[in-house]
């Protein structure tokens, strides 16, 4: 059976990351407000602050001779993947009302009881009118995000967006590493041109019903499906030469794994790396916003799973012409 792919492509006009420090505890502070973001800031939840930061350092790194501000408010859009963005301030209310009642929270938190908005105070920020949006599926949130924001370039409803992930730490979950901090890029429509150090991007997503796996025929049909999405973002640009497989111990995980490995063998990347899933959607998405590749060389390809059954495969080239 063959499924349709839609491959969704934009162009990297800049890059912004926050992250914490290496070796850096999910207990320890590592993140000052203040010095990053100014005053007024403070009463933001952690995911929110990450994020704006990291857009401030996206639109600067896009340079002011290609300012993505200049197109009109309703030609800019956000689109924003998370997980746990707000997972610690949920937990803290349900615990603040289970103990002394609603009266006792803060009014400065009680508005994040809806995680969009956090990208929606990046749209305040920036007026970002053209639209809005926060996407939440497990573990590849992140690189849905840059997929929906590609085809709404491509379909004419934004000249620029702002997207990417942020994380902060979640309480609960459990054996997985928690995330924190954020990674944003800027883009534009794929086609256009690319800037000194941008890169296209490339992006398809898919889902396995986890309960198929248990037949031959459903890991077959899986493998296949995986396969095809490999096979349409190998179609449109250069052959990978870094690959990256992020993905929990899961049925869904072993079956993509199997897929790209088969795939891989075909093609003899220069490198692959298998890293387990990481307790939200930010990791994908700094592995794509890593060290500019050199122009022309290939491109960087990450592939991110979850028990769930998403699946979303992104690659980053940078190529040998720019301007």
Known sequence: MTVRVVVAESVVHGAGLVLPPEGTGPAESWFDHRARLGRGYKYLP????????????????SGPE?????????????VVGTNSAVAALHAAVDETVRRE???????MSVPYFAVNLVAGRLSTEHLLKGFNLTVTSPRVAGVEALHLAALELAAGRAAVTLAGAAEAPDPRA???EPEAGAALFVLRPGGGPVPAGGRVLRTVLRFVPPPALAAAEGRRLARDSVRQALDALRAGGPAPDE???LADPSPVGDAVADALRSWCADRAPVST??????????APV?????????AGTGSRLVVTASRAGNIALATAHTPEHTD
């Open 174 to 176: 459990a054996d997985a």
């Open 273 to 282: 790396r298998w890293s387990g899933a990481r307790a939200g959607a930010l």
């Open 101 to 107: 009642g609603a009266a006792a929270l803060s009014p």
């Open 66 to 78: 290609a300012d993505p501000l200049a197109a009109a408010p309703e030609l800019r859009g956000a």
């Open 286 to 294: 700094v592995r794509l916003a890593a060290r500019p590749l050199a």
């Open 243 to 245: 690959v990256e497989l």
């Open 46 to 61: 952690p995911a929110c602050q990450y994020l704006l930061a990291a857009a401030r350092t996206a639109l600067e790194d």
